[in-house]
Structure formats: structure tokens, C-alpha cells
């Protein structure tokens, strides 16, 4: 081989040779060859302890001259010999160099992942039928291909702490922790709150909380996901349902604009669980708790299942025709300047195209959206809690989201708005409108998930899918287009906001054609520029950069660092 210096080393690897850039981890190079090395303790986005040894591997270099003896002669490829070193090293923590061979297969190493399987499952307890890991469990997984396959373990298995509340949302059995440290290197690096360690030495080592405190931190549910065996559980998820059982949906967090990208976990049309899905650019492997968390509220007895009519005092309820109709009717009867309608950052780009053809089509004389912003938590919550700000200034031309809303109130007080149409949210509860403001119009109507003030007070109420009801795409705070998919179908008659407005139009003598979200893409791929040239499947899983907005995630930009000072591999 070449001594010439170059960014790209060659490094042999169960007899192939591949080229990799110098400084990459000699796991992350069998990886990128398609050679699986099993580990416990290493993750890429964090530190590599080197603790469970699961991952040794044979290594070997060109051997060094004897004193005054010619060096080797490299082969036709120029590669040069390789001289096996006698023992294995850890594939997590050592990098490559120029010539270097490794061979994750043979005796030795497999000897060694025997050796290895045979230590941690001495005293792992038996009870995989009851765990929540079974299914996807690393332990189980590698058992079966690198263990023994017998056990000569004969004595009494050392019993350790079990079902023990670390903190509000994270339950702890000792006995089934194998030591990979990952949870702990977690709590340190990803969320500065390092509350976990280890006690005692031995077969006796267990893992624990800092006395007085608790792991309560907003993104302790991470440490579950990262956890290789079932030693760490969620108390939501915790005996709910077997894995194998869940259909498994790639889309993104709506709680606020970061869209981190997640996998939501569905069985018979239920969703049991959510969890971060890998995204380099939007959230790393992570999520915060307070998002993880926010589904329950989808199956509560507050949903709105049919369309709502107001008859004297009451409401009952009616057809999608009864409801639209109506609708139609006493928005005829106004003229556009008397009109306003309160469209949600929430809504997808899909939502808002459709919307926006709905204000010119009544000529409405206001258009605004309900703006959320809070304190960013310095990670992965964004200040803004809308999901689609980005798309709200893209698409309705509201350069300051919110500033209309005081334009409306007013008009509304003075009579020149009569009619008000609001589309997937709770003026009362959250944009700061009063019952006895929105009593003095005309007109009222409203889609929603749930029954709030707001529909109290509305002439129609239209039952609106949520998140996980509908598919679309969103802008983040970095500008990012991604796609929000559905995951389970609305309860009822629940319609998708899309089909809402789409038969508001009609019913108004508007035009229709629309029978899917895609189409609507499809025509915000011709009518907005910044949308000009993509489809709906470039978009991918990952989503692709749109627009420039100068905002970045803090924690991928800490990640960043840790990556360029060689901490982690990212």
C-alpha cells in the first residue's frame, strides 16, 4: 500500500477490502461493510465505555521489520500483509488504520461472544415471557446467535432490586440490567442531569438512582428506548401489549416546530405508544417525555364523533349534509367583509391551501392563526409550540401569525364581523376570546378534536381529525419538509380538516376535485414556489431542507460539536 497520506484508509474485513475515512470506529466501519458486530454498551451518540466486551474482534496490522530486515513487499493491490494480533480488542472504542484487518468471525471471536453471553446471563432472571423487552430484546436476539446454547451456571442466581420507581415515568429491575452503562451515559451527556450510576462490585453491582433524587428529567423516557434489555420500562407502556402485536407508523411530533421524527405503535386502531425515530437533522435518536406522551387525550370521551346542529339552547346532532348546508346557508347571507376565519399553525400545508382557497372563495375580510410561543428548553422543544408556523407564513402570507387576532376581536365588538369560521381551535381556551364576545356574532362554526368553550358557543360544530388521523406535510423550525402520516382512523363520522373545508366550498357553489392530500401537494407543488419540483415521495421518511429560516435544534447543534471533537460518532 501506498505510504502517501489520504483521508480514505484501506482496511480489510473477513477477507474484503473496503475503504473507509481515517478516524471511523472499527464497529461503524463493519457496519458500513454490512457486517454486523453485536454490542450492548456502544451507541453512536454516545460516549463508548468499552464496558460489555461484547464486541471484540480480531485485529491485525502490517508486521514491522526486523532490525536491518526488508520491509514486506504490499501485494498487486498494494495492500501489504497482515500480522494477527494474538488477542481481541474492542471494535466500540478503537478506530482504523492504514492496512489494518479484522475478522469478526472465527474461534476466537467467537469464543470470546460465548464467553461473554455465557457471564451476563448468569444471573439474568428467566422471565422473558413477562417482560416488556420480549420481542425486541438485544439479549434474547444475540443469546440465540452467539450464545452457548446450554448453561453451566449450577448456583444460586444473586437476586437483586426489582420493580423499583426510579422516577415518575421509568420503573427499574436490577436483575435484569447486564451493566451496558448506556442510561447512565445518557443522563449525563444528552440530558445534564447525571442522576444515575453504579453501586457494589462484582455480581453485586446494580444500577441506581443518586440518593434524594429521582430520574424525572423531560426526556427520561429515552433511557428506555436505549436500553438493550428490559431492565428499564415505561410505567405508560408497561404489560399494555406485546410488540409483535403493533403495526408500527413512521411520521412526526406535532407538540411543537421541532417535528421530531417518530414511530407510533398501534394495535385494532389504538395507539399504545410513540417513540423518537432516528433524524440526524431534526432531533437525533431522542424526544421529550411531555410529547412522547401527549396521545391519550385522542381516545377520551370529550371527542367530537358527528356533526353538531344548535337548536334553541342545544345541541344535537346531525348529518355531514344537515350540518354543511346550514353552514352554507348564513355564510350566503353575509358578505365577505363580515366574515373572518381563524385558521390552526397545526394544520398541515395540505389544510392551509385548501383554507386559503376557502377565504378567497367567500372573500373573507380577516384570516389568522392562533400563535403559541413559550420558552424553548435549550434541547429539542422548540419556543413555538405550533407544528407549522412555517407553513402558515408560506401559504396563507401571514407574516406575523397572530396579529390579526385583535382586529377580529374589535370587529367582532363593533358588529362588522358577523360570521367567524374557525378551523381546529379553541379561541376560548387558547387565543383569548370570550364566551360573551363570540355570542354577539352571527354565525359561529367550528372543527375540533375534542368539545371545548368554543363549540359550547358555535351554530355548527364539525368533528375534525387529529394528528394521528390524517396525513399532510409541515414545515419545522428549521425550515424542513416532512410528512406527517395517519396512523388510525377518526372515530365516528370524523372527517380530515382537509374534507371539511373541501365540502365547505362546494357547499358554497365552490368547485371539488379533491379526493386525497396528495392531490392537494400536487397543486402546492404549482401554486407555491418554494414547493415547485417536489413530490409527495421525495419527501421521504426523513424529510428534505425547504426554506431558510436561520433557527437550529440546540441539542443537533451540541451533537455537532461532539461529533467534530470525535466524543461520538453520531
Not at 380538516?497 to 358554497?508: C, G, K, M, N, S
Request: proline residues 6%; charged residues 25%; negative net charge.
Amino acid at each position: 500500500m501506498s505510504e502517501e497520506k489520504t483521508d480514505l484508509l484501506d482496511v480489510q474485513i473477513d477477507g474484503v477490502w473496503h475503504k473507509f475515512p481515517k478516524g471511523t470506529r472499527m464497529i461503524e466501519a463493519c457496519k458500513q461493510a454490512g457486517v454486523e458486530v453485536p454490542h450492548y454498551c456502544y451507541h453512536p451518540k454516545l460516549t463508548s465505555p468499552g464496558n460489555c466486551r461484547m464486541c471484540l474482534v480480531e485485529m491485525g496490522m502490517p508486521p514491522r521489520p526486523a532490525p536491518g530486515a526488508e520491509p514486506a513487499e504490499p501485494d498487486e493491490d498494494g495492500h501489504l500483509p497482515i500480522s494477527w494480533m494474538p488477542r481481541p480488542v474492542i471494535a466500540c472504542a478503537n478506530t482504523i488504520g492504514p492496512n489494518m484487518g479484522i475478522k469478526t468471525t472465527g474461534p476466537l471471536t467467537e469464543g470470546c461472544r460465548e464467553g461473554v453471553m455465557e457471564l451476563l446471563l448468569a444471573n439474568h432472571p428467566l422471565d422473558c415471557p413477562i417482560c416488556d423487552q420480549a420481542g425486541e430484546c438485544s439479549l434474547q436476539e444475540f443469546s440465540v446467535e452467539h450464545g452457548k446454547g446450554e448453561s453451566r451456571f449450577r448456583e444460586q442466581k444473586v437476586k437483586k432490586p426489582k420493580n423499583v420507581e426510579v422516577g415518575p415515568r421509568i420503573r427499574l429491575d436490577d436483575e435484569r440490567c447486564i451493566m451496558c452503562s448506556r442510561c447512565v451515559r445518557f443522563t449525563d451527556e444528552i440530558a445534564d442531569d447525571p442522576v444515575l450510576g453504579f453501586t457494589d462490585r462484582g455480581s453485586h453491582t446494580v444500577l441506581t438512582v443518586y440518593p434524594g433524587r429521582e430520574l424525572a428529567n423531560n426526556y427520561s423516557m429515552n433511557t428506555v428506548d436505549i436500553c438493550p434489555v428490559g431492565a428499564l420500562t415505561s410505567n405508560d407502556f408497561r404489560f399494555q401489549m406485546r410488540v409483535w402485536f403493533m403495526k408500527e407508523t413512521n411520521t412526526i411530533d406535532v407538540n411543537c416546530a421541532t417535528g421530531a421524527n417518530t414511530t407510533v405503535f398501534t394495535r385494532q386502531g389504538k395507539i399504545y405508544r410513540i417513540t423518537p425515530r432516528q433524524n440526524n437533522d431534526v432531533n437525533s435518536d431522542w424526544m421529550p417525555d411531555s410529547h412522547r406522551l401527549n396521545f391519550h387525550w385522542i381516545e377520551s370521551e370529550a371527542r367530537l364523533t358527528e356533526p353538531l346542529v344548535l337548536d334553541g339552547d342545544h345541541h344535537r346532532p346531525a348529518t355531514w349534509s344537515e350540518a354543511l348546508t346550514k353552514s352554507a346557508d348564513k355564510l350566503s347571507a353575509l358578505k365577505g367583509s363580515e366574515i373572518a376565519v381563524i385558521a390552526s399553525a397545526r394544520m398541515t400545508n395540505e389544510e392551509l391551501l385548501i383554507t386559503n382557497r376557502l377565504v378567497k372563495h367567500l372573500d373573507a375580510g380577516h384570516v389568522d392563526t392562533v400563535p403559541r410561543i413559550e420558552e424553548n428548553d435549550g434541547y429539542l422543544i422548540a419556543a413555538d409550540r405550533n407544528p407549522n408556523t412555517n407553513g402558515v407564513k408560506l401559504i396563507l402570507g401571514l407574516d406575523d401569525p397572530g396579529s390579526q387576532l385583535d382586529a377580529i376581536r374589535e370587529g367582532i365588538e363593533q358588529g362588522r364581523i358577523k360570521g367567524l369560521i374557525v378551523l381546529q381551535e379553541n379561541l376560548v381556551g387558547d387565543a383569548g376570546f370570550s364566551g360573551e364576545l363570540l355570542g354577539k356574532l352571527d354565525f359561529l362554526l367550528t372543527t375540533y378534536p375534542l368539545a371545548n368553550p368554543t363549540a359550547d358557543l358555535a351554530d355548527v360544530v364539525l368533528p375534525g381529525a387529529c394528528w394521528a388521523e390524517k396525513s399532510g406535510t409541515m414545515i419545522n423550525v428549521t425550515g424542513r419538509l416532512q410528512r406527517l402520516n395517519k396512523v388510525v382512523d377518526g372515530p365516528g363520522a370524523t372527517l380530515e380538516p382537509w374534507e371539511i373545508v373541501r365540502d365547505l366550498i362546494q357547499a358554497t357553489g365552490g368547485g371539488n376535485g379533491i379526493y386525497a392530500a396528495t392531490d392537494l401537494f400536487k397543486q402546492l407543488a404549482e401554486q407555491v414556489s418554494e414547493f415547485s419540483g417536489i413530490s409527495w415521495e421525495q419527501i421521504g421518511d426523513l424529510g428534505l431542507p425547504l426554506i431558510e429560516t436561520g433557527e437550529t435544534i440546540p441539542l443537533i447543534e451540541r451533537e455537532k460539536e461532539r461529533i467534530a471533537s470525535g466524543l461520538v460518532v453520531g
